[in-house]
């Protein structure tokens, strides 16, 4: 679990945070429907275009390419035409940034680094100074690999 600023982050809202960042609201999503209603209770107002319907993690029933084509060009354009409605997902200042792994390794080979705070067995924190910042951090603790060394 990511949390900034003790609220849980998903890709969606860092994605979201980052673009904020520079002012760039988010107007328009496409996917799944549980990614449409989760990303529309982190974000609230867009415009979107559900592609799929999900009925589990091995079925769905999904519009054709064509439809889905069709339908994303009529939204983004709706999107474009209310671009004054949406406001960018800022997160300004400070990110106070907290991990919490699955397995303990990572808290306890991350500890090494004077910048990191070991909160628990499983979970670092870190101060960053704005979310460019915080997200360049998870970029390195995703990417690592201590075996290649």
Not at 54 to 60: I, M, P, V, Y
């Given at each position: 679990?990511?949390?900034v600023?003790?609220?849980?982050?998903?890709?969606t809202?860092?994605?979201?945070?980052?673009?904020?960042?520079?002012g760039?609201?988010i107007?328009?999503?496409?996917?799944?429907?549980?990614?449409?209603?989760?990303?529309r209770?982190?974000?609230?107002?867009f415009?979107?275009v559900?592609?799929?319907q999900?009925?589990?993690?091995?079925?769905?029933n999904?519009?054709?390419?064509?439809?889905?084509?069709?339908?994303?060009?009529?939204?983004?354009?709706?999107?474009?035409?209310?671009?004054?409605?949406?406001?960018?997902?800022?997160?300004?200042?400070p990110?106070?940034?907290?991990?919490?792994f699955?397995?303990r390794l990572?808290?306890?080979?991350?500890?090494y680094?004077?910048?990191i705070?070991?909160?628990s067995?499983y979970?670092?924190e870190?101060?960053?100074?704005?979310?460019?910042?915080?997200?360049?951090?998870?970029?390195?603790?995703?990417?690592?690999?201590?075996?290649?060394?």
């Open positions: 679990e990511i949390r600023n003790d609220r849980v982050a998903s890709e809202y860092l994605s979201a945070c980052v673009a904020g960042h520079f760039v609201p107007i328009f999503i496409s996917g799944d429907d549980v990614f449409v209603q989760e990303t209770e982190i974000l609230g107002d415009e979107s559900i592609t799929k999900s009925f589990g993690t091995l079925s769905a999904t519009l054709t390419p064509s439809k889905s084509r069709k339908l994303i060009q009529q939204k983004v354009a709706a999107a474009i035409e209310r671009i004054d409605d949406f406001s960018p997902c800022a997160v300004n200042g990110v106070n940034l907290q991990i919490d699955k397995h990572p808290a306890e080979l991350l500890n680094l004077p910048i705070e070991r909160t067995a979970g670092i870190y101060q960053a100074a704005d979310i460019l910042a915080a997200t360049s951090f998870l970029e390195f603790v995703t990417h690592y690999q201590p075996t290649l060394m």
